[in-house]
């Protein structure tokens, strides 16, 4: 992994920097890039007055249109986004004709989504559009081949691409705007969305600026590369951004998605102890509270929300949370369907309403919902897998080997994914593919503990004996050393088996302890006492036991429960995650 740029040598020339964006992201109305750079000058230490930078330069044409960009800047900052556009038509500062094409941009949005709230229910909200974005797109496209756009313009130019759906166009728009203006997170942030693997990534030619650090660590956690992004993270903290709450919720989430529950609820707690007020993330923190059904942190959690600011998405997200933790699936609904009125583009709530609507048993609007989210970010392998169980549900499993595998590319080393794919492969004949997908999924660490289970169930179907046992030996063993002791269903059915096997091969004190094993669980106790019986019988007719049988014994595990093999990993959040 590349190493951190040289110029995170001086944190005084990023300050700089970082004050000086700051500045012209506000006068031009990017209050969120304002916000982001804002959070990273506040974590490295305050200038002296002689080291401040100097304001942005001032020409000419920005003089000629100083009183209109004042008067429709106070529009703007009141979202009266016709009323800005119209001041500043014909202006010719730089400054002036983004703030003129960004609010005819913004009306439309606006429009848009007061449309979509008055006349539709949020399952169709994908069919409203922006009327302005075609008109925009010709304008800027006249000056982008002319060479008269400038940072902010070229971003502004690929939102405009990006929402009418020409990717490869804006990608390379953005692209172009990160080297014009490499300090304006927004490009960064706009990038990142359309990046959809490592090769787009590592073949997208970036300026080597500081900000190209922050933007791989954000990438690789979409990505699903979490070591990578942990460690580039880290290395910011070590370059002097260890009070930046930006990369500690980042962190977080990075911990969030590779299910670390403990680490990850420990950062956000760390975070809501710096920043008491913050929103931002709070519905992801939520979602590990409700892995671990935490209802009493849960309700505090929805409840100080509700009194900072209810109408927030992530505030609604916390709530549907709460409710579905409570098994109130249609208020939790309702909740996720309010997130979405504030944000149609909000990927969580698609997908936790998704959730939602399969507790309801309502399978067509779980689809709508999985594919909204699906439409909103293709890397968010919860929708994928979500439309992989619906599809399971209606007895499709073609339709579902398609979407599990999607699921499967996104998060290659989850073994819920690939025992989803094992399952499906079985349904369809396809026992080879099957076993791969059971082994594999033990092999990355299996979550649930089934893997193995099914893997010898169905070397058991296919009267393969010895793979059988051999699966069911290391399903015993592994449930049985477990740090975490797990009572599970399933042992009995392993040891009834075992038993059987022992006692066919001539292996009868293995047989014996199998049969005095299944007397411990109810559904097998008549079974292991009948076992016991026919192995007394047998050694009374004076038959020995075989030493040929290759397996190893079960027991040297059974006998000795505190020896720990590995600590079984904590839940998947894409099971539980509402």
Same mark, same amino acid.
């Given at each position: 992994?590349?190493?951190?740029?040289?110029?995170?040598?001086?944190?005084?020339?990023?300050?700089?920097?970082?004050?000086?964006?700051?500045?012209?992201?506000?006068?031009?109305?990017?209050?969120?890039?304002?916000?982001?750079?804002?959070?990273?000058?506040?974590? !490295?230490?305050?200038?002296?007055?002689?080291?401040?930078?100097?304001?942005?330069?001032?020409?000419?044409?920005?003089?000629?249109?100083?009183?209109?960009?004042?008067?429709?800047?106070?529009?703007?900052?009141?979202?009266?986004?016709?009323?800005?556009?119209?001041?500043?038509?014909?202006?010719?500062?730089?400054?002036?004709?983004?703030?003129?094409?960004?609010?005819?941009?913004?009306?439309?949005?606006?429009?848009?989504?007061?449309?979509?709230?008055?006349?539709?229910?949020?399952?169709?909200?994908?069919?409203?559009?922006?009327?302005?974005?075609?008109?925009?797109?010709?304008?800027?496209?006249?000056?982008?081949?002319?060479?008269?756009?400038?940072?902010?313009?070229?971003?502004?130019?690929?939102?405009?691409?990006?929402?009418?759906?020409?990717?490869?166009?804006?990608?390379?728009?953005?692209?172009?705007?990160?080297?014009?203006?490499?300090?304006?997170?927004?490009?960064?942030?706009?990038?990142?969305?359309?990046?959809?693997?490592?090769?787009?990534?590592?073949?997208?030619?970036?300026?080597?600026?500081?900000?190209?650090?922050?933007?791989?660590?954000?990438?690789?956690?979409?990505?699903?590369?979490?070591?990578?992004?942990?460690?580039?993270?880290?290395?910011?903290?070590?370059?002097?951004?260890?009070?930046?709450?930006?990369?500690?919720?980042?962190?977080?989430?990075?911990?969030?998605?590779?299910?670390?529950?403990?680490?990850?609820?420990?950062?956000?707690?760390?975070?809501?102890?710096?920043?008491?007020?913050?929103?931002?993330?709070?519905?992801?923190?939520?979602? !590990?509270?409700?892995?671990?059904?935490?209802?009493?942190?849960?309700?505090?959690?929805?409840?100080?929300?509700?009194?900072?600011?209810?109408?927030?998405?992530?505030?609604?997200?916390?709530?549907?949370?709460?409710?579905?933790?409570?098994?109130?699936?249609?208020?939790?609904?309702?909740?996720?369907?309010?997130?979405?009125?504030?944000?149609?583009?909000?990927?969580?709530?698609?997908?936790?309403?998704?959730?939602?609507?399969?507790?309801?048993?309502?399978?067509?609007?779980?689809?709508?919902?999985?594919?909204?989210?699906?439409?909103?970010?293709?890397?968010?392998?919860?929708?994928?897998?979500?439309?992989?169980?619906?599809?399971?549900?209606?007895?499709?499993?073609?339709?579902?080997?398609?979407?599990?595998?999607?699921?499967?590319? !996104?998060?290659?080393?989850?073994?819920?994914?690939?025992?989803?794919?094992?399952?499906?492969?079985?349904?369809?004949?396809?026992?080879?593919?099957?076993?791969?997908?059971?082994?594999?999924?033990?092999?990355?660490?299996?979550?649930?503990?089934?893997?193995?289970?099914?893997?010898?169930?169905?070397?058991?179907?296919?009267?393969?004996?010895?793979?059988?046992?051999?699966?069911?030996?290391?399903?015993?063993?592994?449930?049985?050393?477990?740090?975490?002791?797990?009572?599970?269903?399933?042992?009995?059915?392993?040891?009834?088996?075992?038993?059987?096997?022992?006692?066919?091969?001539?292996?009868?004190?293995?047989?014996?302890?199998?049969?005095?094993?299944?007397?411990?669980?109810?559904?097998?106790?008549?079974?292991?006492?009948?076992?016991?019986?026919?192995?007394?019988?047998?050694?009374?007719?004076?038959?020995?036991?075989?030493?040929?049988?290759?397996?190893?014994?079960?027991?040297?595990?059974?006998?000795?429960?505190?020896?720990?093999?590995?600590?079984?990993?904590?839940?998947?959040?894409?099971?539980?995650?509402?």
């Amino acid at each position: 992994m590349a190493a951190l740029s040289t110029e995170f040598g001086d944190l005084v020339q990023i300050k700089k920097q970082l004050i000086y964006v700051i500045t012209l992201c506000r006068e031009r109305g990017l209050v969120h890039s304002v916000k982001w750079a804002s959070e990273l000058a506040f974590a !490295l230490n305050p200038l002296p007055m002689n080291e401040l930078p100097p304001p942005p330069p001032f020409t000419e044409e920005d003089a000629q249109d100083l009183d209109v960009l004042s008067l429709a800047k106070s529009y703007f900052d009141l979202k009266e986004y016709d009323r800005a556009a119209y001041f500043l038509r014909g202006c010719r500062s730089q400054k002036a004709y983004f703030l003129y094409m960004y609010s005819r941009y913004l009306s439309g949005e606006k429009k848009k989504d007061d449309e979509t709230v008055d006349s539709l229910g949020p399952l169709e909200k994908g069919q409203v559009r922006n009327e302005a974005l075609r008109e925009l797109r010709v304008e800027l496209s006249k000056k982008h081949q002319a060479g008269e756009l400038d940072g902010f313009t070229l971003y502004l130019y690929g939102v405009v691409l990006r929402k009418l759906d020409l990717l490869k166009e804006a990608v390379d728009v953005f692209v172009e705007a990160t080297h014009a203006l490499p300090l304006h997170w927004g490009a960064w942030l706009e990038l990142c969305n359309l990046i959809t693997n490592i090769e787009m990534l590592k073949a997208l030619s970036l300026p080597d600026c500081w900000m190209r650090d922050f933007f791989l660590a954000h990438m690789y956690t979409e990505l699903q590369m979490i070591k990578e992004a942990l460690q580039k993270y880290q290395s910011l903290i070590d370059a002097g951004f260890s009070k930046s709450t930006y990369i500690i919720s980042q962190i977080a989430v990075a911990y969030h998605n590779i299910r670390d529950i403990d680490q990850a609820l420990s950062l956000f707690n760390e975070l809501r102890e710096q920043d008491p007020f913050r929103i931002e993330n709070m519905d992801t923190f939520s979602n !590990l509270l409700y892995v671990r059904s935490m209802k009493p942190e849960l309700s505090y959690l929805a409840h100080s929300l509700v009194e900072i600011d209810k109408y927030r998405v992530e505030t609604c997200c916390v709530i549907g949370n709460y409710y579905s933790l409570r098994s109130q699936h249609e208020k939790a609904a309702l909740y996720f369907q309010r997130a979405l009125k504030l944000n149609p583009r909000c990927l969580g709530a698609w997908t936790l309403m998704g959730h939602e609507y399969m507790e309801m048993k309502n399978t067509s609007a779980a689809i709508q919902a999985y594919r909204h989210a699906i439409e909103v970010n293709k890397r968010d392998y919860r929708a994928w897998y979500g439309l992989g169980q619906t599809y399971e549900i209606l007895k499709m499993p073609f339709y579902c080997l398609y979407y599990y595998r999607r699921a499967h590319q !996104l998060r290659p080393n989850d073994s819920r994914m690939l025992v989803a794919l094992g399952e499906c492969y079985e349904k369809l004949s396809q026992q080879v593919e099957a076993k791969k997908c059971y082994w594999r999924a033990n092999s990355v660490g299996d979550v649930e503990r089934m893997a193995l289970l099914k893997l010898a169930k169905l070397h058991e179907q296919l009267n393969e004996s010895d793979e059988a046992a051999h699966c069911y030996i290391i399903y015993i063993q592994d449930i049985f050393s477990s740090v975490e002791r797990v009572e599970h269903v399933e042992v009995s059915t392993a040891l009834r088996y075992l038993g059987q096997y022992y006692f066919k091969n001539k292996r009868y004190d293995e047989a014996s302890l199998c049969a005095q094993r299944c007397c411990d669980y109810n559904d097998a106790r008549e079974e292991g006492k009948a076992l016991l019986r026919q192995i007394s019988q047998v050694r009374d007719q004076g038959e020995g036991s075989s030493a040929d049988l290759s397996l190893p014994c079960v027991f040297g595990s059974l006998s000795n429960n505190n020896t720990p093999v590995r600590r079984v990993s904590p839940l998947d959040l894409s099971s539980v995650t509402p």
